[in-house]
């Protein structure tokens, strides 16, 4: 059973004829041919799909294409470019927290959802904010010192700034 | 990873939810938040064939002022919950355990009405709504009824709820002045409580809800009693496990689990207790 | 400024971060079809009937094989004898073992038609654990090999006469826990077979070992099958493998003519992404009442699963052999194995491999001589360390030898950083005060083998050689475009090789480039792994980077009519060292590289453009001092990390913001394997634990902040003097987590506690112990 759905995409409204068992990360990734966002467990415990809906930050794994249809999500396509990197970005490059970059976008959007309700959180806050989102690689440490930057560098780098 | 397929029907109004479910009997299940379902779905586990989605519906979605109570519609996020000022002043109890559940995401999308018509005992909401001694408000063709706690969770993931039947409000008792404490106990910060405890002293009367003690949501039955009689929180804890069947599973056998029960339940009376 | 030893932030990142990157599932050539497995249910069975009917009628569905399919084409490759099947044949070994294989227009149709063949099992006795294994009247799993021990290596002297003379000895029975490697990518291929030449787009760890393999097997050549290396979202040493979808992809692109991709699911991935560890050890040790270690006797079993990893899985329990003196003088060893085949699905390397189990072993029977003596564990290790003017030290027990190591300058270097004293005064106020938390401080002094490897020590493995390549290019305008053999996924791999390129060259790191993972471009490369790339890798750049530098001075000193043993080059312009005035930029000498009218004789054109397959002199050996300190609540029994303290001692650091990255996710892993992880069966061996809901991979809220330290003993056998550091964490971090819960629980009479230390079973120690 076919159904048409309106969604806006980071900024753009898109219409597309889905089948309601789609899920929304399958629709990003294959119909919107969105690929940022990562499908990396099928029980809604990695976060790797985490996008924005509406603002607010969700596990696009776990939300069916129909249900976002008059909504609107962002993606990690909307977050900075590599020339223009977001402050969260800025603060991920700037303290390596980032490693193979498979949990990256998820975690960037998990990032930017904390600290736009907490602008500055303590290092406990940041891990407690992110307990839905899982790394292999890095062991945390340097993605609580990315948003700590981020949080402290809203901006990103200081005009001429670092390497 | 994949669901079944399934039909998909976006209600505008309890009475046309009603309706779809009246015409679909038990081949159709509702969804709002979707986060108890749709995981479900993914590993095949359920398969109906029309999903009824109430998520929309924006009239479901409200915490109010009832008087001697907070009325809470179904489809309302935790994270609403958790955030509400209404909530953390009348019912403080409520918005922290809330704010435990699952994590940030799951909290976005995932519906108080959701998670206590599912009736997971591993759920933290259903305890927390057994101690507070909260009431549901239930919908039908024949009418409305409303069902206390100690009678809306019947068995294992079975509720009250006929199949054609639909939650749609949820009442807690306002409690400013009660004394509470949760407790949860859990390896890792996102995970169901291998053992949880919700607990409220109102007008000394005990409120002891259990998370994971039982095939049910449960009652820590004998340390209200032993409790509301005046014993320690020591002494009442001891009997936390009476009455309970709690399950052996990769986190904790038998034992343990009433063993943890014991552990926490001090913890919580202590805590409440002032 | 030079870049090796800087904190230089990634080239790498931001594709990665802005979601541009090409992981295998964002390749989606046109007509792509989706290929599903139909998996079994039982751990050991036959197979009556496969039913594919009613899946092949179903809509979008193109194709559904059983292995009768493939009748053209053998086994994965392996030892013949306990070789897997691409599906399985007749039998089923393990939970989730291929039976049946969907191809349909899309993922979703695919699942559907999986549910749809039916399977008639008639289920066997199974075979659940090494012990089982190895019972009388055990089911033997490979009737070829006879029996489920595939490998036997005694001891080659039981060194008896050494323990019945020695004052003490004490012994202990291990078990490493079985892990998963579980990165957050899991397995997939995308293949096109469609035309002539085949395409594979894999998250793989060694394209060209793949492509070398995988193209006999396909029976077509070298040169026909391109491996395009997709980024890889982690891999932990659990992507190196033959996994049976990588041969299957290619067989059935090109029989329907279309590009066809699998897409492994998480379940799936918990299910045949080959988990690790698995050890048991019967453990042995002889001392002296001042805690001097007189020998070790060890036996490890160690479980292969249903179908051994060749030769990976056969060759882990000789490094942990190897490796089982650690850091200590000990004048006599046994140690010996057995490889044993299960009903589980096979285990393979995974972050140490091998090594590990090693420190593992020998941290705990360092702690066990603790327990017995009641000696301080700093005093213990001290007075045992191999000390420095031994090296190279080679174990008296195989042909290991020991390049450098400074072991008793980085105990106290990690002393120094923690207040050691202080520790110990309130460790002992709190385990007296039955209102506090109790405290347990561990230690793990540990050495690691790593820079796989000098000449042979891959080709033991399987692979063609044991060097790594790097091709130096210069371009017109003298930027540098380097190609390397390595296979990085997550490593910063680009930034490190840029960087030592950079020195060479006197440029910047911004004018170079690297590439790698196409087989079809760059040199043959052995692959990312045995934290051998900084080491071998970085050498291979840095003597190309010289021998271009070399050539490019020619041509230079011929563009300025100067002698090129006076050109020196820094800051990207070659110029008459004394006179910097008068110089030519890299832009001006890689133009007229490639420029004959402006060469000198003896240079034609392209000649700034160096290959070097480097091969190191020998393995490196990096070591270090954890320590760990945890509190344990008394009425729960949960054990949290209250600090942990890493000085790590790798030899020349060459981006210390990338080692620390390393470190602190190797200690996580560690400590996750100490304390919540586990692979978990049922007595059908049925895997209990196959989501992240269950297998207890732990998030930011969970994990400690990692303090860290280093010292610095350099190695000689490569030009960098790297050992590498890539799998020190995880090697190093599960005893000092271990031996810190038991310093916590000694007084309620136990010296051991095994992993992963659960609330659970430090309660069943604080409830069963008397009084305490």
């Excluded at chain 3, 800087?6 to 050539?29: H, Q, S, W």
């Excluded at chain 3, 393999?213 to 979202?233: F, N, P």
Aim: hydrophobic share 40%.
């Amino acid at each position: 059973m076919q159904t048409e759905i309106n969604v806006t995409i980071n900024g753009q409204a898109s219409t597309d004829v889905v089948e309601p068992r789609l899920l929304l990360v399958h629709y990003l990734r294959e119909v919107k041919r969105l690929t940022g966002t990562h499908v990396g467990c099928d029980t809604s415990n990695c976060g790797a799909c985490t996008v924005h809906l509406d603002g607010r930050a969700i596990k696009s794994c776990t939300m069916l294409a129909v249900q976002a249809d008059g909504h609107e999500v962002e993606t990690i396509e909307s977050i900075g470019t590599e020339h223009d990197l977001h402050a969260v970005q800025e603060g991920f490059r700037q303290c390596h927290g980032l490693q193979c970059g498979y949990c990256t976008p998820g975690m960037i959007m998990a990032s930017v959802a904390l600290l736009k309700d907490n602008p500055n959180p303590t290092e406990e806050q940041i891990r407690m904010d992110l307990e839905g989102n899982l790394c292999r690689c890095t062991g945390y440490q340097k993605i609580v010192d990315s948003v700590l930057w981020a949080a402290e560098n809203p901006d990103g780098l200081p005009a001429g700034g670092a390497t | 990873m994949i669901p079944a397929k399934f039909n998909y029907q976006r209600a505008g109004s309890t009475d046309e939810a009603l309706a779809a479910l009246a015409a679909n009997g038990d081949e159709a299940k509702l969804i709002a938040g979707g986060h108890s379902l749709i995981p479900l779905l993914k590993l095949r586990l359920a398969s109906p064939e029309l999903l009824i989605d109430i998520g929309e519906i924006g009239a479901l979605s409200y915490i109010n002022d009832g008087g001697d109570h907070l009325a809470i519609g179904p489809a309302t996020t935790h994270l609403a919950v958790a955030e509400s000022d209404l909530v953390k002043a009348q019912v403080p109890l409520l918005a922290a355990a809330t704010a435990q559940v699952g994590d940030p995401q799951v909290r976005n999308r995932g519906t108080i009405g959701g998670a206590l018509a599912h009736g997971d005992p591993a759920a933290d909401h259903p305890a927390v709504l057994l101690a507070l001694r909260g009431t549901f408000v239930v919908q039908g063709p024949v009418g409305e009824r409303e069902i206390a706690a100690d009678d809306f969770f019947t068995g294992f993931l079975e509720t009250a709820l006929a199949p054609d039947e639909m939650l749609t409000e949820i009442r807690v008792p306002k409690v400013p002045d009660a004394r509470w404490s949760f407790q949860k106990f859990n390896r890792r910060a996102q995970d169901w409580a291998i053992v949880g405890v919700a607990a409220l002293i109102n007008n000394g009367q005990p409120g002891i809800g259990l998370v994971n003690m039982g095939s049910r949501p449960l009652r820590a039955a004998a340390s209200e009693a032993a409790a509301a009689g005046g014993a320690s929180a020591t002494d009442a804890a001891a009997v936390a496990a009476d009455g309970t069947t709690p399950p052996k599973d990769l986190n904790a056998d038998a034992d343990y689990r009433r063993h943890l029960a014991q552990v926490l339940v001090e913890r919580a009376l202590t805590e409440a207790g002032g | 400024m030079p870049f090796v030893g800087e904190r230089i932030v990634r080239k790498e990142d931001p594709v990665l971060m802005t979601g541009r990157a090409e992981f295998y599932d964002d390749i989606r050539p046109e007509a792509c079809m989706a290929m599903a497995f139909v998996r079994s249910t039982y751990a050991h069975a036959k197979i009556l009937s496969i039913d594919t009917s009613e899946a092949a009628a179903m809509p979008g569905v193109l194709a559904v094989y059983t292995i009768d399919d493939f009748a053209d084409y053998g086994m994965v490759p392996g030892v013949p004898g306990m070789d897997r099947p691409m599906l399985a044949r007749d039998i089923v070994r393990f939970v989730g073992e291929s039976v049946a294989i969907v191809v349909a227009e899309d993922n979703y149709l695919a699942a559907d038609a999986v549910e749809a063949v039916v399977v008639d099992y008639e289920p066997l006795e199974v075979v659940n654990s090494v012990a089982d294994a190895m019972a009388d009247g055990a089911p033997v799993l490979h009737e070829a090999i006879g029996s489920n021990v595939l490998l036997d290596t005694p001891w080659a002297d039981d060194i008896e006469a050494v323990f019945s003379a020695a004052p003490r000895t004490a012994s202990l029975k291990l078990w490493n826990n079985r892990v998963h490697p579980a990165p957050m990518e899991p397995n997939g291929v995308v293949a096109d077979w469609s035309g002539q030449k085949a395409t594979l787009w894999v998250s793989h760890q060694a394209p060209h070992h793949l492509r070398n393999t995988l193209a006999t097997y396909l029976g077509i050549t070298h040169s026909d099958l391109r491996i395009v290396m997709a980024d890889v979202g982690g891999a932990f040493g659990a992507k190196i493998q033959w996994y049976p979808e990588n041969f299957l992809a290619p067989i059935i692109s090109n029989r329907l003519g279309r590009p066809v991709k699998y897409t492994q699911t998480r379940s799936e991935c918990f299910m045949l992404m080959m988990s690790a560890r698995d050890q048991h050890h019967e453990a042995e040790i002889a001392f002296d009442d001042e805690g001097t270690i007189l020998g070790v006797r060890s036996m490890l079993y160690a479980n292969a699963g249903a179908y051994p990893d060749v030769p990976i899985a056969l060759g882990m329990p000789t490094l942990t052999n190897w490796m089982t003196s650690g850091c200590y003088k000990i004048p006599a060893l046994a140690t010996g194995h057995k490889v044993v085949a299960t009903n589980h699905a096979p285990l393979s390397s995974y972050r140490g491999a091998g090594r590990p189990e090693a420190c593992y072993l020998i941290e705990r029977l360092v702690d066990l001589v603790v327990s017995e003596t009641g000696l301080d564990p700093v005093d213990v290790r001290m007075r045992n360390f191999i000390p420095p003017e031994d090296f190279p030290y080679t174990v008296p027990h195989a042909e290991v030898e020991y390049d450098s190591g400074s072991y008793a300058e980085t105990l106290n270097e990690a002393l120094r950083l923690i207040d050691y004293d202080n520790l110990k005064a309130e460790r002992d106020r709190r385990n007296n005060d039955p209102s506090e938390k109790l405290m347990g401080i561990g230690f793990s002094s540990w050495v690691e083998i790593a820079s796989f490897g000098p000449r042979g020590a891959l080709e033991g493995f399987g692979h063609i050689g044991s060097y790594e390549s790097s091709q130096v290019k210069v371009q017109p305008d003298g930027s540098v475009i380097i190609s390397t053999g390595a296979s990085p996924h997550g490593q910063g791999t680009v930034t490190t090789l840029a960087q030592i390129a950079a020195d060479e060259l006197g440029m910047h790191i911004d004018q170079i480039s690297v590439k790698y993972g196409d087989t079809d471009s760059g040199p043959q490369g052995i692959g990312t792994m045995g934290s051998r790339i900084a080491a071998i890798a970085g050498s291979a750049t840095k003597e190309a980077s010289i021998q271009v530098v070399d050539s490019a001075k020619k041509v230079a000193a011929h563009l300025m009519e100067a002698n090129p043993d006076d050109i020196e080059v820094v800051d990207g312009n070659f110029s008459v060292k004394g006179t910097p005035a008068r110089s030519v930029s890299w832009g001006e000498v890689g133009w007229a590289s490639m420029s004959p009218t402006q060469l000198p004789d003896g240079l034609s054109a392209g000649s700034l453009d160096q290959t070097v397959f480097f091969e190191p002199t020998g393995f490196t050996f990096p070591s270090g001092t954890y320590i760990c300190v945890v509190g344990i609540d008394r009425t729960t029994g949960e054990v949290e990390v209250e600090k942990f303290l890493a000085v790590d001692d790798c030899g020349t650091v060459l981006n210390p913001l990338l080692a620390e990255g390393q470190v602190e996710g190797g200690i996580i892993q560690g400590i996750a394997q100490a304390l919540y992880e586990e692979m978990r069966y049922d007595d059908n061996a049925q895997p209990l634990t196959a989501s992240f809901m269950d297998y207890l991979a732990p998030a930011a809220s969970d994990v400690p902040r990692i303090d860290s330290g280093r010292t610095n003993t350099p190695t000689p056998h490569n030009t960098l003097g790297a050992k590498g550091i890539g799998e020190s964490g995880a090697i190093g971090s599960p005893p000092a987590v271990v031996n810190a819960c038991v310093d916590a629980l000694r007084q309620f009479g136990i010296n051991h506690i095994d992993m992963p230390v659960t609330p659970q079973k430090v309660w069943r120690v604080l409830n069963n112990s008397v009084g305490g």
